[in-house]
């Protein structure tokens, strides 16, 4: 634990020269009622381990409101030491609580993989490839059965919502084992926190508490859902840029398969269930792209739309968000998503029109590929054109 931080001591008004400045502060000093030393001193004050694991909880935490690399460094120093802290079971629920602090810290980092990991440590469950690890004599690790729900309901959420995180590369990489796990309990708690929503004796604050958590759950479900068929039953409807080309192809007219396509439909249901309550760009291409795995043109069409609306305002707007589109992932994906359900539907030139008011440079390989083919099309047309003239 670092040494504990003084404030300076305030000082007085440095330029001398001025009487009513020193004057001012004189009298602000009088107005002070005195304050007897013996009220000031605590007696027979002792530093337990439990105060100490207090500080160094609040001094991580401290650390991670920062937000600077240096930060959060230090705060994951702290959270360690205090796993690492020989404690008593008084300071058990202040360990979890630190297991927990150290994954958000590493989410927060970008490090999506390691806080999934960390935190299903934390929950006790079990890896499938790696086994049961053995016990350790004397380990203060927590275990899933001691995690009050106050812990247990923010960690697999916390879990869900960094999954939701990762990428297409991510996603090829991640053993089939993990994946059930994860995806398995992603329905579960989506259920578990409709039924907590449902409870009628919460306070109003737990109430809301409980429904953010539910919508969180809703929109991170979704969107691994939708993850999980674009990296398997949906796969091979991908060609090698990463657009689904092959939609219209005949010979794969039964891909995604029927399992494949029940996943899908529950991942719109629960997209839907969030648009109620915090709709986004993100969220409406999510539903936008199922429902293109679902060669339901005339919705993903629909929802692309939305999803440009939300994510580009008024080329008037005098808005500082105006400058920040280009960093905006959202932004390209809606209008990529938008031109590829009207060119996959047949309707070329409203593909065109969504290409042409995009703003930006494509960068997304599918969004080039897709240009690429537009202006393929567009060049044999055109020497169809005068070949018939």
């Not at 440095?14 to 001193?41: I, L």
């Not at 290409?355 to 044999?380: H, I, W, Y």
Request: proline share 6%; aromatic share 6%.
């Amino acid at each position: 634990m670092s040494s504990p931080r003084t404030s300076p001591r305030p000082t007085s008004p440095t330029r001398s020269n001025s009487g009513s400045a020193q004057h001012a502060s004189s009298t602000n000093r009088e107005a002070v009622p005195p304050v007897s030393s013996q009220a000031c001193r605590i007696d027979n004050l002792v530093v337990t381990d439990d105060i100490r694991q207090a500080a160094l909880l609040a001094e991580g935490v401290a650390h991670a409101l920062c937000g600077d690399p240096d930060s959060l460094d230090s705060a994951l120093s702290c959270f360690r030491q205090l796993q690492e802290w020989p404690g008593s079971e008084a300071t058990r629920a202040v360990r979890q609580q630190a297991a927990y602090n150290e994954a958000i810290v590493f989410r927060t980092m970008g490090f999506y993989g390691q806080c999934v990991l960390l935190l299903t440590e934390l929950l006790g469950d079990p890896i499938p490839d790696t086994g049961e690890a053995p016990a350790v004599p004397g380990c203060s690790k927590p275990l899933k059965a001691d995690l009050p729900d106050a812990i247990r309901f923010p960690a697999r959420l916390a879990r869900l919502a960094a999954f939701s995180q990762y990428t297409v590369i991510d996603w090829s990489t991640l053993p089939a084992g993990r994946a059930e796990l994860l995806l398995t309990d992603a329905e579960k708690l989506v259920s578990d926190l409709d039924q907590l929503c449902a409870r009628v004796q919460h306070s109003d604050h737990d109430s809301a508490l409980a429904k953010y958590m539910y919508v969180d759950a809703l929109r991170a479900a979704g969107h691994v859902e939708l993850m999980s068929a674009i990296n398997g039953g949906a796969r091979d409807l991908y060609d090698s840029d990463g657009r689904p080309s092959h939609l219209n192809d005949k010979r794969m007219s039964d891909i995604p398969a029927q399992p494949t396509r029940q996943n899908l439909h529950r991942a719109i249901r629960w997209l839907q269930l969030c648009e109620q309550f915090a709709p986004d760009a993100g969220l409406y291409c999510d539903i936008a792209e199922a429902s293109l795995l679902l060669r339901d043109f005339d919705v993903a069409k629909a929802y692309a739309r939305h999803a440009t609306l939300q994510a580009t305002p008024s080329s008037q707007s005098a808005s500082t968000v105006c400058r920040q589109l280009a960093g905006d992932p959202d932004y390209e994906r809606a209008f990529y998503l938008a031109t590829e359900s009207c060119y996959l539907a047949g309707d070329v030139a409203m593909a065109q029109k969504y290409l042409s008011r995009f703003g930006g440079t494509p960068t997304l390989d599918a969004f080039k590929a897709l240009c690429l083919v537009m202006q393929q099309a567009e060049a044999n047309s055109d020497n169809q054109t005068k070949t018939g003239e």
